[in-house]
């Protein structure tokens, strides 16, 4: 199955309206159009109010309809009925008749329903979401609660109507290079032409600085795009001592506003605007670990990785990383949706993305490489991201929302995937309660994780050529209470003597689990360093009883 829709990426328009009054019925796969369930009038059988779009699709469960009526909008102006995704397979109906269809990856999607608009409308949506081996992304295909095995199912986020002229932004995605006092950024733009004449238009940008209504840059373009086709508009553009993004163990949160406008002639057809941070980030896979440089400093991260994300379930993953003193989150074996990288953007927390890999028996190699291209393009452009490929791979990074490649925001690595994954385990995945098997509901948790201790801060104290050593203890489990040991141990990672043990420091801290409705507590040691100069790494865990709660290894620059 193909897609025959807009992919917009980004809300756009003169004017938008929610569409609201949604309802489901589940029905048989590959089943619903011969009762009806398309058409205008009220097919019959039972209908139900949605409480929440996306639902949870079983093994004898996989398919569900959705049905809504809204009037005419009454613009002079073309009309998008516009999608935020849907989970898995999607076919679109406006009164009775086929619109198309979008399948693979939750993105945004839609039509120009502008000819088919009548005084009252009725839009049926049929969404079918199977889980035959390879259907589903490696990360969501053991889901299971109490009911058994389940999987994303149904429409995700929200649908809307957006007023529009003709010609259409696609897309605006952006890579940085930083010089110094200056930052340069290759914008590249998609515009679309709704309309079967060519036009001409004028394409103008705007940065705006963070926290302001001052355009730093602006730039304009003249354009011409065929009947039905699409073109893509490549920028240059260079911001004078811009306010970079940092993650927030380094620094401020610094975003941009790029606003793309598109005029015909003495008309607006429609403006599109998205959040951008100037950054520049490079890693790749070294001896024990990752190497990173995020805006030329070395960088030493804090992380693991997420748990599975699906489609439209509710928690803050990245909330919960940023409270547990981690500044990194790697989402391996799937793409983390637009939400997930935003409040990572927002929190500062690096969001490194490695894609699932074609396999066996999952179908078309092409159709899966498509779907995953427009799933990375979402998400690779948001301040936060850095997105791994493999060099010399599939080649899914042809068609990728840069110039080439290898531009930032895409890492190519041409160490072999095995390797790469060898480092990942060992760097990303210890055996610690920060590896989640679900997402944390962190408004019901008020703010906070289950138990465990994180390294919050390292200062050197030069003067007695030792360094301080702050831990953050932070608790939600109502059933783990009263006293527990932090146990830490200070290491060289490059050992010159031969009796390497005797250069290690280590100490046990006696503390007390805070209460879910307490701060986090902070405690400190001071220790001698272990040797003279040289790479440092810190472990950490939090022991009750003998049981282990939680565990982390830092890596220090000395």
């Known amino acids: 199955m193909s897609s025959d829709c807009l992919l917009l990426a980004l809300p756009q328009g003169l004017e938008r309206q929610r569409l609201e009054g949604w309802e ?8 619903g159009e011969e009762q009806g369930l398309h058409r205008a009038r009220t097919p019959p059988g039972q209908w139900t109010a949605i409480d929440r779009m996306t639902l949870r699709g079983r093994p004898d469960d996989s398919a569900a309809w959705y049905r809504t009526e809204f009037p005419h909008p009454g613009w002079g102006e073309r009309t998008l009925l516009r999608f935020d995704g849907a989970f898995t397979a999607a076919n679109v109906w406006l009164n009775g008749r086929l619109l198309g269809s979008h399948f693979g990856f939750p993105g945004h999607f839609g039509f120009d329903i502008s000819s088919f608009l009548e005084p009252t409308n009725v839009v049926a949506v049929c969404v079918e979401a199977g889980s035959r081996p390879g259907q589903l992304p490696p990360a969501l295909g053991n889901l299971a609660d109490d009911d058994g095995p389940w999987w994303p199912l149904g429409m995700v ?16 995605e952006s890579s940085w290079r930083l010089q110094p006092g200056v930052a340069e950024a290759t914008l590249r733009t998609s515009i679309r032409n709704l309309d079967a004449r060519e036009m001409d238009v004028l394409v103008s940008w705007q940065l705006v600085a963070p926290e302001t209504d001052v355009a730093q840059v602006r730039l304009r373009r003249s354009a011409t795009v065929g009947g039905r086709q699409a073109a893509t508009l490549e920028t240059r553009i260079a911001v004078d001592r811009p306010m970079l993004w940092w993650p927030w163990t380094l620094g401020e949160q610094n975003l941009y506003t790029a606003v793309a406008q598109v005029d015909q002639g003495d008309r607006r057809s429609t403006t599109a605007a998205r959040l951008v941070g100037i950054r520049e980030i490079a890693l790749e896979p070294a001896s024990g670990g990752m190497s990173w440089t995020v805006n030329g400093r070395r960088h030493f991260p804090r992380g693991a990785v997420l748990p599975p994300l699906p489609p439209g379930e509710g928690g803050d993953p990245i909330g919960a990383w940023r409270l547990a003193g981690l500044d990194l989150a790697v989402s391996r074996g799937q793409v983390p949706s637009e939400r997930t990288a935003a409040s990572a953007d927002a929190a500062g927390v690096l969001l490194v993305v490695d894609p699932p890999a074609f396999s066996p028996g999952q179908g078309d190699e092409e159709a899966h490489d498509d779907h995953l291209r427009e799933a990375i393009g979402l998400v690779s452009s948001h301040a936060s991201a850095a997105v791994l490929l493999q060099r010399g791979g599939s080649g899914i990074e042809a068609g990728l929302p840069t110039a080439k490649a290898t531009d930032e925001p895409y890492t190519i690595t041409g160490t072999a995937r095995d390797e790469v994954e060898q480092v990942r385990r060992a760097k990303f ?9 679900e997402l944390p509901d962190l408004v019901d948790a008020e703010g906070v994780l289950a138990a465990t201790v994180a390294l919050l801060e390292c200062s050197p104290l030069p003067d007695r050529d030792a360094m301080r050593l702050r831990f953050h203890v932070v608790n939600d489990d109502a059933s783990v209470v009263g006293g527990a040991t932090i146990r830490w141990r200070l290491k060289q990672l490059e050992q ?6 005797l250069r290690d420091r280590s100490g046990d801290i006696e503390v007390r689990l805070p209460r879910a409705d307490e701060p986090a507590a902070i405690y400190e040691a001071e220790v001698g360093l272990p040797g003279r100069g040289g790479p440092l790494a810190v472990e950490v865990g939090l022991e009750q009883d003998g049981e282990l709660l939680s565990y982390l290894e830092y890596d220090l620059d000395s």
């Open 157 to 172: 986020g929200r649908a809307w109507l957006e007023q529009v002229g003709s010609v259409v932004v696609e897309s605006l």
């Open 429 to 437: 995945a210890p055996a610690t309660a920060l590896v989640l098997r």
């Open 24 to 31: 489901y019925r589940r029905f048989p796969l590959g089943e």
């Open 496 to 501: 010159s003597s031969w009796l390497p043990f």
